[in-house]
């Protein structure tokens, strides 16, 4: 992907005199003052990628348990954070200034040049940006985001967001209806295009559906969920996305590091995270997912598997690497790797550098935002919530299941031999195991979200954190999560798991305490205060 950095000028004072003198150089034709859509969008699209990625990979990585460091991990592993930094920030900073004022530019002006399916992907991105925020940091600026008049903003609880949410996503659905447009179809196909559906509306629009699915499945502790909100899960999930085929994905070239999957090799410090302080690099494969993946689902896991054992899931060899000695093994969250070789492999493909790219670990592999089977699991948890409809609840279980193997084949391999390819007499014999529900009658909600699990991991972060959350943790439901106890926990805590990330420090902590001190963003265990979505 070719992008464009912009500069962002957040306060310019200047006298009057100066301040005239300064702009009229925007009154040249060389020096344009506006903007166009194409060329807005294709940067903000990256920003996507790249602002999830930045605080997945080093932080949430680490509370979820997709993996873990190669050191003991004192703070984030246990819950924690460190104060006085931007660490885990960057979602904030992609929301308000990377997207921002850019992407409010481009859907101005889309609408005026009646380029509405510009519009329409604008406004779903806005969406989808507010949503992954709010679910992230709890309550967060809305309404005043980008009032140019204030220098402090006030937060807004989630369900306002939430709310404002649907009304973008509204909003995104109706200028993806339009047919009376002036949009270029060669302009959004192409090089400097959209660079996730080529301007395919049915597309867009599927993404819009995913992503109220995605909301509203937040929302099983409520008390209508059964009568109200699990139907509209239903609903949006039929929908949204047909197959894999379909999945939202940010595309790369994957040549340089600012062309190149900000989860590969070239931008291996998103999930590398080295800190010469804390000797801390993370990115190693953890305990959760290796079980998850040799029986831990409805079993105990198998010990010591290799390539050769006659391991639960076909996904293993695809998702993860061996040690050195052929065995797959993981990190205990918080303990690092016990040997002294470090020997546990990084997610990325091999114990240390050269890293060769494993799965959607790669320069050229495409990132997912959302996916079919997602959507397939999200559609599962509602239906068996709601009850009486187990059947179908069932069989989107197992569409789930095989749309992940379908994800693998499609985006996970990065070229790797034949031989790597998930088979369907593969996929046939792991179904007719003991880690999948044989029939509708044995279902569980455990059944479900470790499947989903199986399918978010490396990607879906806050979506993952999200099912953690509203379960509250469950050892019952997440049973391949390592459970903390005692001084695994941070110290400030109060033996309370992380429920929150605390707001960008820069803009906030030092700019805005005075509105974070109404939501008690200034106590120690902030960061372990229940967010709204999760309460009953």
Not at 169 to 190: H, I, Q
Not at 193 to 202: E, F, P, R
Not at 209 to 227: E, P
């Amino acid at each position: 992907m070719k992008f464009i950095k912009y500069l962002f000028i957040s306060a310019i004072i200047l006298s009057s005199a100066s301040c005239k003198k300064w702009m009229d150089i925007n009154t040249s034709p060389a020096n344009p003052q506006e903007v166009n859509p194409e060329i807005l969008l294709p940067p903000m699209q990256y920003q996507m990628a790249n602002g999830t990625a930045s605080d997945y990979g080093g932080y949430l990585f680490k509370y979820i348990q997709y993996c873990s460091n190669q050191n003991a991990d004192a703070i984030w592993e246990k819950h924690g954070y460190e104060a006085a930094t931007d660490f885990s920030g960057v979602m904030w900073r992609m929301t308000y200034v990377n997207l921002g004022p850019n992407l409010e530019e481009m859907i101005k002006k889309s609408v005026t040049q009646q380029k509405y399916i510009y519009a329409g992907i604008g406004m779903a991105m806005k969406a989808w940006s507010f949503q992954i925020l709010t679910d992230y940091h709890g309550p967060i600026i809305l309404d005043e985001a980008y009032d140019q008049t204030k220098l402090h903003f006030t937060y807004q609880e989630q369900d306002k967001v939430y709310e404002k949410v649907r009304e973008w996503s509204y909003e995104a659905l109706a200028f993806l209806n339009r047919t009376d447009g002036k949009d270029d179809p060669n302009m959004l196909k192409g090089v400097t295009g959209d660079q996730i559906y080529k301007g395919d509306v049915s597309k867009w629009k599927k993404f819009v559906y995913g992503l109220l699915a995605q909301q509203y499945s937040h929302l099983v502790n409520k008390a209508d969920f059964k009568t109200k909100y699990a139907d509209s899960v239903i609903k949006f999930t039929d929908l949204s996305f047909a197959n894999e085929s379909e999945d939202p994905m940010v595309f790369f070239n994957g040549t340089i590091a600012a062309d190149a999957n900000p989860m590969g090799v070239l931008n291996s410090g998103n999930i590398l995270n080295y800190n010469a302080t804390t000797a801390r690099v993370t990115g190693r494969i953890s305990t959760p997912i290796l079980k998850a993946l040799t029986g831990g689902l409805r079993g105990t896991a198998l010990v010591d598997v290799t390539a050769a054992s006659p391991t639960y899931d076909p996904r293993l060899t695809r998702m993860l690497t061996a040690c050195p000695d052929g065995v797959f093994r993981g990190v205990i969250p918080t303990y690092g790797d016990p040997a002294t070789t470090k020997r546990i492999p990084h997610i990325l493909g091999s114990v240390s550098a050269p890293y060769p790219g494993k799965y959607i670990f790669a320069d050229k592999a495409l990132y997912p935002l959302m996916s079919y089977s997602q959507m397939q699991f999200i559609r599962a948890e509602a239906l068996l919530i709601k009850g009486g409809r187990e059947a179908e609840a069932y069989q989107a279980y197992i569409n789930g299941i095989d749309g992940h193997m379908d994800f693998i084949n499609r985006y996970g391999l990065n070229g790797g031999s034949s031989g790597m390819t998930i088979t369907p007499a593969q996929i046939a014999a792991y179904k007719a195991g003991t880690e999948v529900a044989p029939n509708a009658a044995s279902l569980t909600i455990a059944d479900i979200m470790g499947q989903k699990f199986i399918a978010q991991w490396g990607w879906a972060g806050v979506e993952q954190w999200c099912d953690l959350r509203k379960y509250d943790y469950s050892a019952a439901i997440f049973k391949t999560y390592y459970q903390l106890t005692g001084s695994e926990i941070y110290s400030v805590n109060n033996g309370n798991y992380v429920h929150r990330v605390r707001p960008r420090y820069n803009s906030e902590y030092v700019w805005n305490k005075d509105e974070l001190a109404k939501w008690g963003g200034l106590n120690n265990d902030y960061h372990t205060q229940k967010m709204w979505f999760s309460k009953p």
